[in-house]
């Protein structure tokens, strides 16, 4: 595991995502559609786009999303929620405890990158916690093929 959050931030570091000398007041992308304290990759933009669609569009008490977003973002079910998955970068004041207040499961420290899971009913509440940099959904893991 360590081997793998080590492999994590050099990749991350490498495509330089988010570039070290930025402001943490200054992240908000004029491109992103939802108001957040941090910058979010294009597939996480899309994701919550289709989230919210979805919300809207179903009128039962409880949420339950649709296969197709189920399937294309690999949501996983743990007793009957669902959750997103994915990687944040945090700043050096970050407080993880932020994240679990708000039912988020959240990976031991790897320096400024954790892997988290978010529930779906606390989206909304994730976008607003302080001290992330960025926020990327992890991807399904495939078999390399020659």
Known sequence: MKTFNFILIVLLSACK?????QDINQNHNSNQDFDTEFKISANAQLFF?????ER???QRKVFKPSKELI???HLKKVDNSYYIRGFIKTVNYF???SLRAINVNVSPDAGKF???SIPLN????FLKIKGIKYFELSKKAEPKTN
């Open 95 to 97: 407080n993880p405890q």
């Open 122 to 125: 606390k989206t909304n509440e």
């Open 17 to 21: 995502i988010i570039s070290p000398e």
């Open 114 to 116: 954790r892997t988290i």
């Open 56 to 58: 809207k569009q179903n």
């Open 49 to 53: 786009k289709k989230l919210s669609d």
């Open 71 to 73: 399937t294309k973002y």
